[in-house]
């Protein structure tokens, strides 16, 4: 069966520094992956998608950015973090079928102080 | 530009009972998939039930179900028998070649 990971589960990092978030997924190949940013009482924002290797879209311009080095591994990092990055990230995978379901990881909850 | 709107922000249903959660969305498109995903205090995201929009038929799973009425633009989640352990955010989804979510609804089992 499926799996995905997605590590850590909290961070705490300061202002300015860099950060990356990692997700493997396991028991697919060639899934679409997407990094989700969830801020406390809202929805979920798409923030970048990846149907290939090194294939990302990006949905909103900001100071982070995704890589796909490995089939089933997406990474989302940032050179410089900011106050407005805090915030609850997922980690989702889904086959490449249309329309086929998203499956999301536990989640990385990040504290900008 | 699709949106998905959930119009309640928190409920709250009595253990037992049966609670139903609004959602609507926009699109002028004809072929496309509803979801309704469950955020328990976990934060992991579940999939609780998916409706094809060329099907007429409601799709259901176990105690959950949805009203789906494609005119109206319209899908509702109904949750039967509530349980204390549905307590979580539920969040609507719209999907084409992209998923769009809505802002979520907090529901709350009031034991």
């Known amino acids: 069966s499926q799996t995905i990971h997605q590590w850590p589960a909290t961070l705490v990092q300061p202002v300015g520094s860099p950060l990356s978030l990692e997700c493997t997924v396991e028991g697919t190949s060639n899934p679409n992956l997407y990094w989700y940013r969830q801020a406390a009482g809202r929805g979920l924002q798409l923030l970048f998608y990846?149907?290939?290797?090194?294939?990302i879209s990006s949905e909103v311009p900001q100071n982070l950015s995704a890589s796909r080095p490995q089939d089933r591994q997406f990474i989302l990092s940032s050179k410089k973090l900011l106050l407005s990055d805090s915030g609850f990230y997922l980690c989702?995978?889904?086959?490449?079928?249309?329309?086929?379901?998203?499956?999301f990881g536990d989640g990385t909850r990040l504290s900008i102080l | 530009a699709q949106t998905v709107t959930q119009s309640q922000p928190e409920m709250s249903v009595q253990e037992a009972e049966t609670v139903t959660l609004s959602c609507t969305y926009d699109t002028s498109e004809s072929d496309y998939y509803l979801f309704w995903y469950k955020q328990p205090p976990s934060r992991q995201m579940i999939l609780v039930i998916r409706?094809?929009?060329?099907?007429?038929q409601n799709a259901t799973e176990n105690r959950f179900s949805v009203n789906f009425q494609k005119a109206a633009k319209s899908f509702s989640l109904k949750i039967s028998d509530s349980q204390l352990g549905d307590a979580a955010m539920y969040f609507c989804a719209y999907q084409d070649d992209k998923i769009i979510f809505g802002k979520g609804t907090r529901l709350h089992i009031l034991p």
């Open positions: 990846s149907v290939g290797i090194g294939q």
């Open positions: 409706q094809e929009a060329y099907k007429q």
């Open positions: 989702a995978w889904s086959s490449v079928q249309a329309n086929s379901p998203q499956h």
